[in-house]
């Protein structure tokens, strides 16, 4: 069943206004530029702000990232294997407009594709030498195991089951209901009218910010890893200057693709990252310790599902403890909130006409496999080296992380060659992040019409590259993690009635009475009254449209009864 007339007039009303940004694009673009003044003439003082925020948050209510992210993944599996699973994001006629393998490789890649080369070493390759919570001996297998486990904790379920809520909530709203594609409607449902004022324009704005912080992370990384990478294989110089000059081009790169589009752009960039992603992993698993990373990659998965609600809810007891918090989980998990709305906008956009099952699979199951796997291999092969070698991957990590993946590729033949693929991997998903980035920022600050006009997209993608690069200069990397940390706090508690939201829309919705067995007291109170051919339901080719709920009621209406 199509949207209703009066929501496809919001989405007709936000595209032809496209072009004249409202409250949420000003107020957005004061907050951001105040920002980039406040770094721009006291770096000292914005970093030191930045700090002591930091530490109260992981100090006092980090454990709410812990929570939030659990719960998330408790939906996610709730609503697969619930009766509304079958629900299409979408009209009952709509069917996805890209390929399966397409759509996860767009995923996979533009959600946070960079984290494989930033982190899929150098996390385990760090727990390694400095387990977790003192859970194993350093350099030991245990010890590989532990990492792994911490590892998957960080980049699994808990991360994708956060963009599964924001994009399952999004894809709803926009594909099925005709809503904007701003995060306010979507708590209509139990915030009501508020969400048409001033605290829905809050709520809106909340999502750029944080939105604008996890990205610039993400080009932060990107820049290191770059960096780090020329001057490996061409020697250049791996300085502050050079990573700020990496910032500015891929900004202009990411900048033009955003423009060209999601089919083009992002698709094509991503399909390109995932074929050289697979024959990198390949190459490495061959190559390297092959049957080490096999028997670790079981053990490992099965420690992660053994201690799964453990280490889910483990939180800090001590002041040591909390900085190592504040450097690994609850960065992690505040980093996966502040995508949140980014995210969820990109896979709603991508994602129209699959069913929320086959949603959840694809966003919560497959991408959590791959990085299991592909942070087994890569974080494996190190720690073998290391165990066989002289330690010198696990140090390397520990003084730099963005050393650790080129250390081990040195450990095995053809260095050059797969240090440039590398280089490569990282640009590409360096500009699918931003370039989806880009269009969400500019989504959401044009009044949530889902084609946002190029001069906004081209504002934003400026507005990005500069963001990053005076965090950088005001703190480096450290400072980037913070404000994705301090943004996402907020998100806490709107990820959290986004949840309450999706499944209270889905229950009120009569469209989908369809999908539950129809009660006694339905008949008998009149709130569902069907004649009995049509309970002579065949389960095996259960019909492809909802009931027509009304249609029904009225005929029970017109019948005497008796």
């Known amino acids: 069943m199509d949207a209703p007339p009066a929501d496809q007039a919001a989405q007709q009303r936000a595209h032809a206004l496209r072009h004249r940004p409202g409250a949420v694009f000003y107020g957005s673009i004061v907050l951001v530029t105040a920002f980039i003044a406040w770094a721009a003439l006291s770096p000292d003082s914005l970093g030191n702000s930045m700090t002591s925020a930091m530490n109260w948050v992981a100090g006092s209510v980090g454990w709410t990232y812990l929570l939030v992210t659990l719960g998330c993944i408790l939906l996610m599996l709730f609503l697969a294997f619930s009766r509304f699973g079958g629900v299409r994001l979408g009209s009952d006629a709509d069917r996805p407009e890209f390929s399966t393998w397409a759509w996860l490789a767009m995923i996979l890649s533009a959600v946070m594709g960079i984290g494989l080369i930033s982190y899929g070493v150098a996390e385990p390759i760090s727990h390694f030498a400095a387990p977790p919570h003192g859970l194993a001996e350093p350099g030991t297998y245990d010890a590989a195991v532990r990492a792994l486990q911490f590892s998957y904790f960080d980049w699994g379920p808990h991360a994708w089951a956060v963009f599964g809520v924001f994009g399952l909530a999004i894809a709803y709203s926009t ?14 449902p139990i915030l009501g009218k508020s969400m048409d004022g001033w605290l829905g324009h809050l709520v809106d704005i909340l999502a750029v910010i944080a939105t604008l912080f996890g990205t610039t992370t993400s080009l932060g990384l990107g820049a290191s890893q770059i960096s780090e990478g020329m001057n490996r294989v061409f020697g250049v110089p791996n300085e502050l200057f050079v990573q700020i000059a990496i910032i ?13 589009g999601v089919n083009r752009g992002i698709k094509f960039i991503s399909q390109i990252t995932a074929v050289l992603s697979v024959l990198l992993a390949l190459y490495v698993l061959v190559v390297g310790p092959t049957g080490f990373i096999g028997n670790l990659f079981f053990r490992s998965v099965g420690q992660y599902l053994s201690d799964f609600f453990m280490v889910s809810l483990i939180t800090p007891v001590s002041a ?13 998990m505040a980093w996966w909130l502040s995508w949140g709305a980014f995210v969820g ?41 290391d165990m066989d070698g002289d330690g010198s991957i696990g140090r390397a990590a520990l003084e730099d992380v963005n050393s650790a993946f080129f250390e081990t590729l040195g450990n095995m033949p053809l260095v050059g060659l797969t240090s440039v693929v590398a280089i490569l991997l990282v640009v590409l998903f360096f500009v699918s992040g931003a370039d989806a980035n880009t269009f969400v920022l500019s989504m959401l600050t044009s009044r ?29 990397l450290g400072a980037l993690q913070q404000a994705a940390m301090i943004s996402a706090l907020p998100f806490t508690v709107v990820v959290a009635l986004l949840g309450i939201s999706l499944i209270k829309s889905l229950k009120d919705d009569q469209e989908y009475d369809f999908t539950r067995p129809v ?13 009995k051919k049509a309970l002579r ?12 709920v009304n249609k029904i009621k009225r005929g029970a209406a017109e019948r005497p009864e008796g």
Do not use: C
Not at 179 to 185: D, E, K, V
Not at 459 to 464: S, V
Not at 537 to 548: G, W
């Open 519 to 531: 009660r006694r007291a339905d008949l008998d109170t009149g709130v569902l009254r069907v004649q």
């Open 345 to 385: 906008v990109f896979l709603a956009k991508i994602s129209r006409g699959r069913t929320i099952r086959e949603f959840v699979f694809g966003v919560m199951g497959v991408p959590s496999l791959v990085f299991f796997i592909w942070f087994t291999i890569f974080g494996g092969a190190a720690m073998k080296f």
């Open 448 to 476: 949530g019409a889902l084609e946002p006009s190029r001069l906004v997209l081209t504002i934003w993608g400026a507005l990005t590259g500069v963001s990053a690069i005076f965090l950088f200069l005001v703190g480096g």
């Open 175 to 188: 594909h099925r209901r005709g809503n904007t594609g701003l995060i306010s409607p979507m708590l209509r």
């Open 248 to 260: 500015v081009g891929i900004t202009v790169v990411f900048t033009l693709s955003a423009l060209s």
């Open 320 to 332: 040591e403890d909390v900085q190592w918090y504040q450097s690994w989980t609850y960065f992690m």
């Open 537 to 548: 339901m065949d389960f095996k080719n259960p019909p492809t449209s909802s009931l027509d």
